[in-house]
């Protein structure tokens, strides 16, 4: 559904990417795991339309993006979910839930996946007139990939969910990844707790300072030593 073909990124005139290329699966959940400023927010970025590459080609179902302004790229079926939330504070939940929607005209579908949202995070439902910006860090984030889901994307691109939340509410969080991934939709994430990354993900990338290094199922990267020592702590 995905191909990133020899992709390099410059931030100035520093290359952070240097021609990775990699795959995902239509209805499948892929990870990129790395470490910090490994480059796999950047990737995620360049894939949104965000950041353009310097060289080389995302394809989308056989179309070049790469060169596609964000806007475009959500219309295609493409949505990202930020590193950090960035819900908008001073909006209630709702009015964050159908800014996801901003793109689309079909009211029936519309009202469908804001009950499908619903039904994914019970806790926004009746938090739908508070403002966001005085939920949890948890809540945040379930809205930030509620809002996300809002856009009726093929592609989910979610950057670091698991970021500074409580283990209780990380498990949730990477139980509803599976939820979406069931309901037909195909996910890149991009995380750093490899452990839970690993165990969920079919395919799994290892990226390190701009390059890919490793790939396999999560099964397998799961098990390799190098990982393991790497970043599973083991």
């Given amino acids: 559904m995905l191909e990133v073909e020899g992709i390099k990124v410059n931030y100035n005139s520093t290359e952070v990417l240097h021609g990775i290329s990699f795959t995902v699966d239509e209805g499948k959940i892929t990870t990129l795991i790395g470490a910090n400023g490994a480059g796999k927010t950047t990737t995620l970025r360049c894939i949104a339309g965000i950041l353009k590459p310097k060289e080389g080609k995302i394809m989308w179902k056989g179309q070049e993006i790469s060169k596609l302004r964000p806007?475009?790229?959500?219309?295609?079926?493409?949505?990202?979910?930020?590193?950090?939330?960035?819900?908008?504070?001073?909006?209630?939940?709702?009015?964050?839930l159908e800014m996801g929607a901003y793109t689309r005209k079909d009211k029936k579908s519309i009202k469908r996946d804001f009950e499908w949202v619903l039904e994914l995070f019970p806790v926004l439902k009746v938090r739908l007139k508070q403002e966001a910006g005085t939920l949890s860090g948890g809540e945040q984030q379930m809205l930030a990939v509620a809002r996300s889901l809002m856009a009726n994307p093929t592609l989910v691109l979610m950057d670091e969910p698991s970021m500074g939340l409580a283990p209780v509410i990380v498990e949730d969080v990477f139980s509803v990844i599976q939820q979406i991934q069931e309901r037909g939709k195909t996910i890149l994430l991009v995380e750093q707790n490899a452990n839970l990354a690993l165990r969920i993900a079919h395919k799994a990338y290892v990226i390190e300072t701009g390059n890919i290094i490793l790939s396999g199922t999560g099964q397998e990267l799961?098990?390799?030593?190098?990982?393991?020592?790497?970043?599973?702590g083991l």
Avoid: D
Wanted: charged residues 25%; proline residues 8%; negative net charge.
């Fill in 222 to 232: 799961l098990t390799n030593p190098e990982v393991e020592k790497a970043y599973l």
């Fill in 71 to 96: 806007r475009e790229i959500v219309k295609l079926g493409i949505s990202m979910i930020p590193e950090g939330r960035h819900v908008f504070p001073q909006m209630t939940v709702s009015e964050n």
